[in-house]
């Protein structure tokens, strides 16, 4: 990505003029890339010649005690939160001898990858000496989370390394999304610590402190050139946006998927029961999945109740599972935090391996509103969609925890909290239902984790429905129900174009303990119908828009553009709406 690059690019101009204007337009643009990357605004971009005077004139006495290196970090570091642990960690990996904008950035990921696994070291010698059980669970929680966050950061390093400008807006939306994670698993790690007794949470959490200001300090950097390149609108993007409109599969699909989607699905494995099947649980058929391999693998799974606790792992790509039904093909446990496990660990069903596509099958967790805190799907899985899937709980009933996710025609089920976490995630068409609590209890439909600022994350709801179900709908008027609530600082939420049931609370929000969060969220409704979309009566929190979305706005988190959603749904043959329904 160095200057030399750029000038043999140049020189293959000719004497064309055309080719001419094409070259020089990819040298200007490759230049002002450098800039961006380098964390400057569009504002320092106009004055980008008097910063490079003062970082090579030596007459200039201020600019003269300046290291060249040291102000190129400081570029860097200016879009950071934790400027000067940026500015600290750079200068002392770079040794002050790279003024290399890209060089840097990768630095910035790298130092980031050792604070974790600082961190993973620690959380292994908190559990030699812990002796609480629940805080036990939680460091091996921990040790989990941490090689998740590494593997995210390290896979934006190796992506960022292999920098091609003709893909670079795929780039920034992938390396946002997989820092975004880095900081989540870091986040969950602390979260585990909830009602532990024992010195190893505040241990814990102290030794992620400079893992997660790094990881943060990452997002920060790549976040402000992501800002920076909507603002100039730079014409080698272009492409990007083409590819999304068309009608044609992505590039990356490769030919045996394009056929397997052309022709049907045929399973590798089915698992029955009814010993109809190769296997007869559903974990015997996971266990014959090829590591890390880019071809689709197809479990089909025939009607009947799979007591198993079942987990597509990070190493099991593209895994295809397709039942005969959501109300046929049930996957169910009963896992819970009373019972003493972690939230984290209670999912009946979860999917960390990326590109997962799930079809025609439900899963329940069956411990109850009693038993608090039991997931029954924990996705984690990138670029994951599910298709006419019902997901039945309680408390937390889908843990949507990172990466992004859609939804459609799916049924969810649940009382607090029942759709969470911080994935970049879309529900289309899907059907929210409302339980009944406990008597002493209320319901939230959403807790969106958001705790950096920077982060792509958000929950859609997009022409969804929420309902009460038959046994809740009689006290529909005593015990409330509320759109969602800030379970993290910046949570974000927001519903578009859905019907929401006179369930529904006229404050459509409720706080999460006392004013934390208020200010900082970012909630809003855009075009919802039925008696429980008023806006008239919400609350009146900072962080609670009743007026600023529009149809522009709402555009922005739809699944065409909010997850990238024509690039990769489009390939799983699933129906899905890019953008807004049209407003009659």
Same mark, same amino acid.
């Given at each position: 990505?160095?200057?030399?690059?750029?000038?043999? =690019?140049?020189?293959?101009?000719?004497?064309?003029?055309?080719?001419?204007?094409?070259?020089?337009?990819?040298?200007?643009?490759?230049?002002?890339?450098?800039?961006?990357?380098?964390?400057?605004?569009?504002?320092?971009?106009?004055?980008?010649?008097?910063?490079?005077?003062?970082?090579?004139?030596?007459?200039?006495?201020?600019?003269?005690?300046?290291?060249?290196?040291?102000?190129? %970090?400081?570029?860097?570091?200016?879009?950071?939160?934790?400027?000067?642990?940026?500015?600290?960690?750079?200068?002392?990996?770079?040794?002050?001898?790279?003024?290399?904008?890209?060089?840097?950035?990768?630095?910035?990921?790298?130092?980031?990858?050792?604070?974790?696994?600082?961190?993973?070291?620690?959380?292994?010698?908190?559990?030699?000496?812990?002796?609480?059980?629940?805080?036990?669970?939680?460091?091996?929680?921990?040790?989990?989370?941490m090689g998740y966050a590494i593997d995210d950061l390290k896979s934006s390093l190796n992506k960022f390394g292999e920098f091609n400008l003709n893909k670079l807006q795929q780039l920034i939306d992938d390396l946002k999304i997989w820092l975004s994670a880095s900081v989540t698993y870091q986040d969950t790690c602390v979260?585990?610590?909830?009602?532990?007794?024992?010195?190893?949470?505040?241990?814990?959490?102290?030794?992620? =402190?400079g893992a997660s200001e790094l990881t943060s300090n990452s997002l920060a950097i790549v976040n402000e050139l992501s800002t920076v390149l909507g603002d100039l609108k730079l014409p080698f993007l272009n492409h990007r946006r083409l590819l999304e409109t068309s009608n044609d599969f992505p590039s990356w699909v490769s030919?045996?998927?394009?056929?397997?989607?052309?022709?049907?699905?045929?399973?590798?494995?089915?698992?029955?029961?009814?010993?109809?099947?190769?296997?007869?649980?559903?974990?015997?058929?996971?266990?014959? =999945?090829?590591?890390?391999?880019?071809?689709?693998?197809?479990?089909?799974?025939?009607?009947?109740?799979?007591?198993?606790?079942?987990?597509?792992?990070?190493?099991?790509?593209?895994?295809?599972? %397709?039942?005969?039904? &959501?109300?046929?093909?049930?996957?169910?446990?009963?896992?819970?935090?009373?019972?003493?496990?972690?939230?984290?660990?209670?999912?009946?069903?979860?999917?960390?391996?990326?590109?997962?596509?799930?079809?025609?099958?439900?899963?329940?967790?069956?411990?109850?509103?009693?038993?608090?805190?039991?997931?029954?799907?924990?996705?984690?899985?990138?670029?994951?969609?599910?298709?006419?899937?019902?997901?039945?709980?309680?408390?937390?009933?889908?843990?949507?925890?990172?990466?992004?996710?859609?939804?459609?025609?799916?049924?969810?089920?649940?009382? =607090?909290?029942?759709?969470?976490?911080?994935?970049?995630?879309?529900?289309?068409?899907?059907?929210?239902?409302?339980?009944?609590?406990?008597?002493?209890?209320?319901?939230?439909?959403?807790?969106?984790?958001?705790?950096?600022?920077?982060?792509?994350?958000?929950?859609?709801?997009?022409?969804?429905?929420?309902?009460?179900?038959?046994?809740?709908?009689?006290?529909?008027?005593?015990? &409330?129900?509320?759109?969602?609530?800030?379970?993290?600082?910046?949570?974000?939420?927001?519903? %578009?174009?859905?019907?929401?049931?006179?369930?529904?609370?006229?404050?459509?929000?409720?706080?999460?303990?006392?004013?934390?969060?208020?200010?900082?969220?970012?909630?809003?409704?855009?075009?919802?119908?039925?008696?429980?979309?008023?806006?008239?009566?919400?609350?009146?929190?900072?962080?609670?828009?009743?007026? %600023?979305?529009?149809?522009?706005?709402?555009?922005?988190?739809?699944t065409g553009v909010f997850i990238q959603g024509n690039q990769w749904i489009k390939a799983t043959g699933v129906p899905y709406a890019p953008g807004l329904l049209p407003i009659h």
């Amino acid at each position: 990505m160095g200057s030399q690059g750029y000038g043999h =690019i140049a020189e293959r101009g000719g004497n064309d003029n055309k080719k001419k204007k094409k070259m020089a337009i990819i040298v200007v643009s490759s230049l002002i890339l450098v800039a961006m990357v380098v964390g400057v605004t569009v504002g320092l971009l106009d004055h980008h010649t008097s910063g490079n005077t003062a970082a090579t004139t030596s007459g200039d006495s201020r600019s003269g005690e300046i290291h060249s290196s040291m102000k190129a %970090i400081k570029q860097i570091c200016q879009p950071t939160d934790y400027k000067q642990a940026c500015v600290d960690s750079l200068s002392s990996a770079s040794g002050g001898n790279t003024t290399d904008p890209k060089e840097l950035v990768k630095l910035a990921f790298k130092v980031a990858v050792d604070k974790v696994k600082e961190a993973l070291e620690q959380s292994q010698v908190l559990k030699d000496a812990e002796k609480d059980p629940r805080a036990s669970k939680a460091l091996d929680n921990c040790k989990e989370l941490m090689g998740y966050a590494i593997d995210d950061l390290k896979s934006s390093l190796n992506k960022f390394g292999e920098f091609n400008l003709n893909k670079l807006q795929q780039l920034i939306d992938d390396l946002k999304i997989w820092l975004s994670a880095s900081v989540t698993y870091q986040d969950t790690c602390v979260d585990g610590f909830d009602n532990t007794t024992g010195p190893a949470g505040a241990s814990m959490k102290k030794a992620l =402190i400079g893992a997660s200001e790094l990881t943060s300090n990452s997002l920060a950097i790549v976040n402000e050139l992501s800002t920076v390149l909507g603002d100039l609108k730079l014409p080698f993007l272009n492409h990007r946006r083409l590819l999304e409109t068309s009608n044609d599969f992505p590039s990356w699909v490769s030919d045996g998927r394009r056929q397997l989607l052309a022709a049907g699905v045929k399973p590798n494995v089915v698992v029955a029961k009814d010993g109809s099947g190769k296997f007869k649980t559903i974990n015997e058929a996971i266990a014959t =999945i090829p590591k890390n391999s880019n071809k689709p693998y197809v479990i089909y799974v025939k009607g009947g109740v799979y007591k198993e606790m079942v987990m597509i792992d990070k190493s099991m790509w593209n895994v295809m599972l %397709i039942g005969e039904g &959501p109300e046929k093909t049930i996957i169910t446990g009963n896992a819970n935090f009373i019972d003493g496990i972690p939230t984290f660990k209670t999912a009946t069903l979860a999917v960390v391996g990326e590109g997962f596509i799930g079809k025609n099958f439900g899963v329940q967790n069956t411990a109850g509103p009693q038993k608090h805190q039991a997931v029954a799907l924990r996705v984690q899985s990138d670029k994951s969609v599910f298709y006419n899937c019902q997901f039945d709980g309680y408390q937390d009933t889908l843990y949507a925890h990172t990466h992004r996710q859609f939804y459609r025609d799916c049924t969810i089920s649940g009382t =607090i909290d029942f759709i969470f976490g911080d994935a970049a995630v879309v529900f289309q068409n899907c059907k929210i239902v409302v339980r009944k609590p406990m008597d002493n209890q209320q319901n939230i439909v959403t807790a969106q984790g958001r705790k950096d600022r920077h982060e792509p994350t958000a929950i859609i709801i997009h022409n969804c429905t929420v309902v009460a179900d038959k046994e809740y709908y009689p006290v529909r008027n005593k015990i &409330p129900t509320y759109l969602g609530r800030p379970w993290k600082e910046y949570s974000r939420t927001f519903y %578009i174009q859905s019907q929401l049931g006179d369930l529904i609370r006229p404050e459509g929000w409720l706080p999460w303990m006392g004013d934390f969060g208020l200010n900082t969220c970012f909630y809003a409704e855009f075009n919802n119908r039925g008696p429980g979309a008023a806006l008239t009566k919400r609350v009146k929190w900072r962080g609670v828009k009743t007026s %600023i979305m529009n149809a522009d706005h709402a555009k922005q988190f739809t699944t065409g553009v909010f997850i990238q959603g024509n690039q990769w749904i489009k390939a799983t043959g699933v129906p899905y709406a890019p953008g807004l329904l049209p407003i009659h």
